[in-house]
């Protein structure tokens, strides 16, 4: 049998030669070698009050220590009197597929008495990345590869109180979505029985569309029939009711990860306990991809077109350099 | 054994008795009377929504206070802190309680809670204010105890410590009310993360010089044991529920979960039933005692020292407390004179109507009287000119058979006269 090759060695055909085949399919394998050698980076933000278990999930969703609290030394207790953001960065890797991972977190959301514009600071710093990312953008001497330190995800963890969505959770999710990719889950759901977890979910889904709040995946960026199918069965499951664990138990012979209590052991990834699962899925395994494309493509576009306009618009202030950057680039 | 005297030059030393003289007997007569009157007790629950408070309140006194078809926080629609009190009167054994419960809905549910306990350290002292107004009154006989003589505090299970509105709110309510702290929701924690959490619930209440509810040191030694362990296990972590589960053909309170069932009523699990004992079983009359002897006098001694600091009367009540009892009397007088003065109305109205009926009635009966008369009457022709009818017919039937009679009369003098007329011709 005669061989075509390609670029990556042999191609066996059938018996005869196949003069048809180009060899155009063999970019998914130069894009493949190239994304491996470049590796990914991803940036989540966890938003939720103290106590839900926001460092203990993303230590599970990453099977690794993560988080602030696994990092910093100091075992801090006590509640910040503001909000802080802190950002920790990882370097992670599995089957040669290397991840800069970096994890946002907000101690001090909502556990104020007087939690009056607690987002604004979390507003601030996800507008402050699309702003740095954009300076870099318009650079005239540009780095080949422009540090994203963009929020693709937004983690918003609402509690298990089993009956409805806050005013604070409301206010949060309905100005944050319009920025970011919001992803609301039920946190500490091992509270709540399945009954009440329906009811909660049925709730929340009911208040998320009476106040206009569209979380991620938005139906609006739907791109195909296809995308419609799969996004649809994920909106009829969110928000996800996850419990989080950096702890293994035996069950069963096995050693799984999961809360043990004096009634039984919850393991975190049994669909039938919780859903961290199609969490851990939607993020890692299926969407990470869709969700960093909808942040550049969409968020970041939408803030870049914002302030180019303001820029525009702002004639009087002698801001010379900058501006005729924006004008040479928009031409 | 040399006699003791106090102060007061009263011999204090205990005598012993010769015989049964029996007011040993005494507790036994303040019980008859006790439960002859019943009991009161005001219980106050304050905690964030969706903390299970009103499914504890249900599984404490096991009755329905909260039914399913009581808006849940799902529906509330207001966004201040409101107060609402419940009663219930339950019976068990003889004995009636009637609980009166108080709830605070909207209690730290909005983005901006400063100042959200200023509705109930309102409604406490309003309580207060009406105990003290009606205890200075002259005429005592009916004294109704709406204090609230419990707070079931609910805090969130975070794992985490206080939060900030946590140790606002028990700052300023720990001097006027019992305060028992509560972890709701227990079944979120496992039982490590479970005593780490009370621990720093602990050390915060220290640390911020709370003043939590306090159990009264006896001699008994059961009871400072039983006292110890409860001690051990503050603030008490607590599930609530109300459906029956059965657990390996046990019938259990408890929560049914697809890893397990947690047992409301296992120690293990969580501790309800130490609450539950401490609260109705052991220690309700203590509360109630505290509440009168500490927090009420403290309010009391406060307010009259208020008064008589200024002389003038600088609180924005009424100021019952200014008037010398001759005004207090005369006040009172009134009041008793308008409420006779209504009552006579009311039963002069009263009676008015029962007039009105019992005349409607006679007349009635009257009515149905003479109907009755009528058809008697008519019965009564009926019956006669059937009567009639049937003479008549018996009449007729009279007179044919006696035409008959004639006729065969007729014919046997006929008969006989051809016969005879036969006899005498065969004689020929």
């Known amino acids: 049998t005669a061989t075509v090759g390609g670029p990556y060695g042999e191609k066996a055909s059938g018996p005869g030669v196949d003069f048809s085949y180009v060899g155009i399919d063999?970019?998914?394998?130069?894009?493949?070698?190239?994304?491996?050698?470049?590796?990914?980076?991803?940036?989540?933000?966890?938003?939720?009050?103290?106590?839900?278990?926001?460092?203990?999930?993303?230590?599970?969703?990453?099977?690794?220590?993560?988080?602030?609290?696994?990092?910093?030394?100091?075992?801090?207790?006590?509640?910040?009197?503001?909000?802080?953001?802190?950002?920790?960065?990882?370097?992670?890797?599995?089957?040669?597929?290397?991840?800069?991972?970096?994890?946002?977190?907000?101690?001090?959301?909502?556990?104020?008495?007087?939690?009056?514009?607690?987002?604004?600071?979390?507003?601030?710093?996800?507008?402050?990345?699309?702003?740095?990312?954009?300076?870099?953008?318009?650079?005239?001497?540009?780095?080949?590869?422009?540090?994203?330190?963009?929020?693709?995800?937004?983690?918003?963890?609402?509690?298990?109180?089993?009956?409805?969505?806050?005013?604070?959770?409301?206010?949060?999710?309905?100005?944050?979505?319009?920025?970011?990719?919001?992803?609301?889950?039920?946190?500490?759901?091992?509270?709540?029985?399945?009954?009440?977890?329906?009811?909660?979910?049925?709730?929340?889904?009911?208040?998320?569309?009476?106040?206009?709040?569209?979380?991620?995946?938005?139906?609006?960026?739907?791109?195909?029939?296809?995308?419609?199918?799969?996004?649809?069965?994920?909106?009829?499951?969110?928000?996800?009711?996850?419990?989080?664990?950096?702890?293994?138990?035996?069950?069963?012979?096995?050693?799984?990860?999961?809360?043990?209590?004096?009634?039984?052991?919850?393991?975190?990834?049994?669909?039938?306990?919780?859903?961290?699962?199609?969490?851990?899925?939607?993020?890692?395994?299926?969407?990470?991809?869709n969700i960093k494309d909808i942040t550049s493509s969409i968020h970041y576009e939408m803030y870049r077109v914002r302030r180019l306009n303001e820029n525009n618009t702002v004639v009087a202030h002698a801001n010379g350099m900058p501006e005729h950057h924006l004008a040479a680039h928009e031409m | 054994m040399e006699p003791t005297e106090t102060d007061g030059g009263i011999m204090e030393q205990p005598k012993n008795l010769e015989g049964y003289v029996g007011f040993a007997n005494l507790p036994n007569q303040i019980y008859r009377k006790s439960v002859k009157r019943g009991f009161e007790f005001t219980l106050m629950v304050v905690g964030e929504s969706g903390l299970g408070k009103s499914t504890l309140i249900n599984s404490l006194f096991l009755t329905d206070l909260y039914s399913p078809e009581y808006p849940g926080p799902s529906h509330r629609v207001e966004k201040t802190v409101t107060v609402e009190q419940s009663k219930v009167l339950v019976k068990e054994g003889g004995v009636q309680l009637l609980l009166t419960i108080v709830d605070t809905p909207g209690f730290g549910d909005t983005i901006d809670n400063s100042n959200c306990w200023q509705p109930i350290i309102d409604y406490i002292d309003n309580k207060f204010e009406g105990y003290l107004n009606a205890e200075s009154r002259v005429n005592r006989r009916l004294m109704p105890d709406s204090r609230v003589q419990c707070c079931l505090y609910f805090i969130t299970p975070s794992g985490h410590g206080l939060k900030p509105l946590d140790v606002e709110f028990m700052k300023r309510l720990h001097e006027k009310v019992n305060i028992i702290p509560l972890i709701a929701k227990a079944d979120t924690m496992t039982p490590e993360e479970c005593q780490l959490f009370k621990k720093q619930i602990m050390r915060g209440i220290q640390e911020h010089k709370i003043r939590i509810y306090q159990f009264p040191e006896t001699d008994d030694e059961e009871e400072m044991k039983m006292v110890k362990r409860i001690k051990d296990r503050l603030p008490l972590a607590v599930i609530g529920s109300n459906t029956i589960i059965e657990v390996n053909g046990k019938r259990v309170r408890g929560r049914q979960y697809p890893w397990g069932v947690a047992d409301v009523e296992n120690g293990e699990h969580c501790d309800f039933t130490i609450l539950r004992n401490m609260l109705i079983r052991t220690h309700m009359q203590d509360l109630k005692d505290v509440t009168n002897n500490v927090h009420y006098e403290n309010y009391r001694s406060r307010k009259l020292a208020a008064v008589t600091y200024n002389g003038v009367d600088n609180n924005k009540s009424k100021g019952q407390l200014t008037k010398s009892p001759l005004a207090q009397m005369e006040e009172e007088r009134r009041d008793h004179v308008s409420k006779m003065k209504k009552m006579e109305q009311e039963m002069e109205q009263v009676f008015e109507m029962k007039v009105k009926e019992k005349l409607q009635k006679l007349r009635d009966s009257e009515a149905e009287l003479q109907r009755r008369q009528e058809q008697m009457k008519k019965n009564l022709e009926a019956q006669h000119r059937e009567l009639e009818d049937r003479r008549r017919q018996h009449e007729e039937e009279k007179e044919r058979w006696e035409a008959q009679q004639r006729i065969l009369d007729q014919q046997k003098l006929d008969n006989s006269r051809t016969l005879e007329k036969n006899k005498k011709k065969k004689i020929f």
């Open chain 1, 26 to 289: 063999a970019i998914l394998e130069q894009m493949r070698r190239k994304a491996m050698k470049q590796g990914f980076e991803l940036n989540i933000m966890v938003v939720g009050q103290s106590g839900l278990g926001k460092s203990t999930l993303m230590n599970t969703l990453f099977k690794s220590k993560v988080s602030r609290k696994s990092v910093q030394a100091t075992a801090q207790e006590k509640i910040p009197k503001t909000i802080e953001i802190k950002s920790i960065s990882h370097d992670i890797e599995e089957k040669g597929v290397r991840m800069k991972l970096t994890v946002i977190d907000t101690p001090g959301f909502g556990d104020q008495i007087n939690n009056e514009n607690c987002w604004r600071p979390i507003m601030k710093f996800i507008n402050d990345q699309y702003e740095a990312y954009l300076q870099e953008e318009i650079n005239i001497n540009r780095k080949k590869r422009i540090p994203d330190s963009r929020v693709h995800c937004c983690i918003y963890f609402i509690p298990p109180t089993g009956h409805c969505l806050r005013p604070l959770d409301v206010e949060f999710m309905r100005r944050l979505s319009k920025v970011v990719n919001i992803v609301p889950v039920i946190a500490k759901a091992d509270t709540l029985t399945l009954e009440e977890r329906d009811f909660f979910k049925k709730k929340i889904r009911e208040e998320l569309r009476a106040n206009g709040i569209d979380v991620y995946p938005q139906k609006e960026f739907d791109e195909d029939a296809e995308d419609r199918m799969i996004n649809e069965k994920i909106r009829e499951m969110i928000p996800f009711a996850v419990v989080g664990s950096d702890q293994e138990y035996q069950v069963n012979g096995r050693r799984l990860l999961g809360r043990k209590t004096k009634w039984g052991t919850i393991e975190v990834e049994n669909i039938a306990h919780c859903e961290f699962a199609y969490l851990r899925d939607l993020l890692i395994r299926t969407h990470m991809q």
